[in-house]
């Protein structure tokens, strides 16, 4: 069956199987399973290294400094007020957005890995 790169990147993106879309890619919160528990597809053989990590920088940077900067411009909050704001606000964004990225990373590995 040919899977469509947008289907893979919206399984993956859901921590679910690219080729299946039901079993789950992760167990301990990132650890890659090695075969899909539904359809056996091999999905420890795909390192994603730094890919996962390097999109949610990108995409936290780029929901959490225009945020910063725009509360420093309009309000000057405190420092220590900012501080514990945007510290575990940035840690709960990235540590949300780290499954989604590495799934990205993950569907376009298989798919450019597949060529049926
Ligand atoms: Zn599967």
């Known amino acids: 069956m040919n899977i469509s790169i947008f289907l893979a990147l919206f399984r993956s993106v ?3 199987c690219p080729n299946c879309g039901i079993g789950h890619l992760y167990y ?3 650890k890659l ?3 899909c528990n ?6 420890g ?3 994603t290294d ?3 990590p390097w999109l949610t920088i990108v995409i936290v940077g780029h929901i959490v400094v225009p945020l910063i900067l725009y509360f420093e411009q309009e309000y000057a909050p405190a ?5 514990s704001i945007w510290i575990p606000a940035t840690l709960m964004l990235v540590l949300y957005f780290l499954p989604f990225s590495k799934g ?6 298989w798919k450019t890995k597949d060529k049926n």
């Open 50 to 52: 730094d890919f996962g």
């Open 79 to 83: 420092l220590w007020l900012q501080a």
């Open 45 to 47: 053989c795909f390192r």
């Open 14 to 16: 859901r921590s679910k």
């Open 28 to 30: 301990k919160y990132l």
């Open 38 to 43: 539904n359809c056996n597809e091999e999905l």
């Open 104 to 109: 990205v990373c993950l569907a376009i590995l």
């Open 33 to 35: 399973y090695k075969n």
